[in-house]
T-cell receptor
Framework: EADIYQTPRYLVIGTGKKITLECSQT?????MYWYQQDPGMELHLIHY???????EKGDLSSESTVSRIRTEHFPLTLESARPSHTSQYLC????????????FGPGTRLTVT | QKEVEQDPGPLSVPEGAIVSLNCTYS??????FMWYRQYSRKGPELLMY????GNKEDGRFTAQVDKSSKYISLFIRDSQPSDSATYLC????????????FGTGTKLQVIP
């Protein structure tokens, strides 16, 4: 099993609250990703990182922000949650040159009421 | 039009059946073709990957890539109830490219 962890697994929160979804990996991977997954839809890349202090926005426009201060840690923050942010958020990591081999965390199911 | 098209299913088969899962794609520059398996309430896990065209076999699983038709397949022989999951095809331009394009996934149920 992959050594990549996400917390919380489930979160129900009210509109306007600030939330941080945590993602950590112990494999020493330099690349990390955040995806959004909705039922019947493909995974959409919302953020990725090549390494410490390197972050980029993905294909899907997102109001979230990320940071990469440590190799193993890649948290995602929503400053003001809205019902449209309700989704499954998946974190993944891989090593340079092996983008095809991504290791995924178990996901965070976020519901904004 | 989506870059990768995948029938969402659900696909229901009896135990022991041969399962065929397929994806089509539009970007001829894709070089790596992957199949991920996702169990309920879990993240996807890499099942197999193929570089360029051809077949690759791993136990009961066989992946095929036909670049001329822009069509990839995953075959599961002697399907088991434990194979019940959602199967996502995925593709990327190269090992060093930063992004992977995923299909929507096909939900498979193997009935005992």
């Amino acid at each position: 099993e992959a050594d990549i962890y996400q917390t919380p697994r489930y979160l129900v929160i009210g509109t306007g609250k600030k939330i941080t979804l945590e993602c950590s990996q112990t494999m020493g991977h330099d690349k990390m990703y955040w995806y959004q997954q909705d039922p019947g839809m493909e995974l959409h890349l919302i953020h990725y990182s090549y390494g410490v202090n390197s972050t980029e926005k993905g294909d899907l426009s997102s109001e979230s922000t990320v940071s990469r201060i440590r190799t193993e840690h890649f948290p995602l923050t929503l400053e003001s949650a809205r019902p449209s942010h309700t989704s499954q958020y998946l974190c993944a990591s891989t090593t340079t040159g092996r983008t095809y081999e991504q290791y995924f965390g178990p996901g965070t199911r976020l519901t904004v009421t | 039009q989506k870059e990768v098209e995948q029938d969402p299913g659900p696909l229901s088969v009896p135990e022991g059946a041969i399962v065929s899962l397929n994806c089509t794609y539009s970007n001829s520059a894709f070089q790596y073709f992957m199949w991920y398996r996702q169990y309920s309430r879990k993240g996807p896990e890499l099942l197999m990957y193929t570089y360029s065209s051809g077949n690759k076999e791993d136990g009961r699983f066989t992946a095929q890539v036909d670049k001329s038709s822009k069509y990839i397949s995953l075959f599961i022989r002697d399907s088991q109830p434990s194979d019940s999951a959602t199967y996502l095809c995925a593709m990327t331009l190269s090992g060093g490219y930063q992004k992977v394009t995923f299909g929507t996934g096909t939900k498979l149920q193997v009935i005992p």
